[in-house]
């Protein structure tokens, strides 16, 4: 199953959304439009950078801040973390 080759940092982020979007994080797949089906709100999107701030380590560079980071879980994976929810997985 694909949750348990994600990446740690991006099972991380994953599990942190479906817990506050009250679903199971299985449902949320690298290519879940996370806004668009509602599973993430503009409130939770302010909560989820500091969740990034402190998988990665570090304060948010406010460029790379853009609404179309968030639309997806590999998306957000490219745009905060440098790496793909589906990075290393066997095909």
Request: cysteine-free; overall charge negative.
């Amino acid at each position: 199953m694909l949750a348990t080759k994600m990446p740690p940092k991006m099972r991380q982020v994953r599990d942190w959304i479906a817990s506050n979007a009250g679903v199971n994080p299985d449902s949320i797949a690298s290519d879940t439009q996370l806004v668009r089906d509602r599973v993430l709100t503009s409130l939770m999107i302010l909560d989820l950078i500091g969740v990034l701030e402190d998988v990665r380590g570090r304060r948010l560079e406010p460029d790379s801040i853009s609404a179309t980071a968030f639309r997806d879980l590999d998306s957000i994976g490219a745009a905060f973390l440098g790496e793909s929810a589906t990075q290393g997985v066997a095909q």
